[in-house]
């Protein structure tokens, strides 16, 4: 059994997330939201243009969350998941909302 | 430890219960607080002995429409604070405290807060982010936001 990953961080994987909106609406503390669009895709061979949902921006507000790793445990994709990390001072409160840049996954501190 | 031991006793008893308890080996008070049950209020209060290893559960209930209850400053003086917190936070009425002046909030304005029939004012003010159907999928079932009570809705059953 290897050890539990530590409840730093909650990090998105930003190529596996569909949009689905399930981690928004469980959210207990409404910490997240997110903003996507339509976009048809034309695969050769295929009949008719699929329409896919395009992910444009994606903010976990760490003022509101509460670490309680819902999000990270409904996703279906596992487009989300803990990673170790520190340094979440901010200047105000408006720089505790991170967003799709913030949330690339990086390990280090920022 | 006896962790589970929980007394329940009348509303009437409910100070000289804890008059009991301190004097018969269990001074510390670690907590007082309140749960509520919907018509009932259930004031839990737990004390220990010096070394944490014993300790035993207080419990009596009390009307939520009317919560009045004897305050346990005159026996335990460490129940000041926790009395203040619950009477702000739960509508209580501690008969008897002697300092009951809100602990932390300002002002005793509006509905008690942890009340469950309290509408939570920020729930109601600002638009829920899961409204938001960037798929335009519509979902067939009609769920509530977590955190908000239909009751607290225009036309919600109470």
């Known amino acids: ?110 | 430890m006896i962790a589970d031991d929980m007394l329940e006793v009348a509303v009437a008893e409910w100070a000289e219960a804890a008059r009991e308890a301190r004097d018969g080996g269990l001074p510390f008070l670690e907590l007082l607080t309140v749960v509520d049950r919907g018509d009932e209020l259930d004031v839990v209060a737990r004390m220990s002995d010096a070394s944490g290893r014993l300790s035993l559960g207080l419990m009596t209930r009390v009307a939520a429409d009317a919560p009045r209850i004897e305050s346990l400053a005159a026996v335990l003086p460490a129940a000041s604070w926790h009395e203040r917190e619950v009477a702000e936070m739960f509508g209580v009425v501690f008969d008897g405290h002697p300092d009951p002046r809100p602990l932390l909030l300002r002002g005793t304005a509006g509905a008690p807060p942890l009340r469950r029939g309290t509408p939570l004012a920020v729930r109601l003010e600002r638009a829920w982010p899961g409204e938001v159907e960037p798929a335009s999928r519509r979902r067939s079932r009609q769920q509530l936001p977590p955190g908000v009570r239909p009751e607290w809705l225009p036309g919600g059953s109470a």
């Open chain 1, 1 to 110: 059994m290897t050890a539990p990953t530590p409840h730093h961080f909650i990090a998105l994987i930003e190529d596996a997330c569909t949009s689905c909106l399930i981690c928004v609406q469980e959210c207990p503390t409404w910490c997240i939201s997110l903003d996507s669009h339509h976009e048809e895709v034309s695969e050769p061979g295929a009949r008719r243009p699929r329409t896919v949902s395009v992910l444009d921006d994606f903010r976990i507000d760490y003022g509101l969350c509460m670490y309680c790793g819902i999000c990270v445990d409904l996703c279906p994709f596992d487009a989300l998941e803990w990673r170790p990390r520190v340094g979440y001072q901010a200047e105000g409160r408006d720089d505790l909302v991170h967003d799709i840049a913030r949330l690339d996954g990086g390990t280090s501190d920022g």
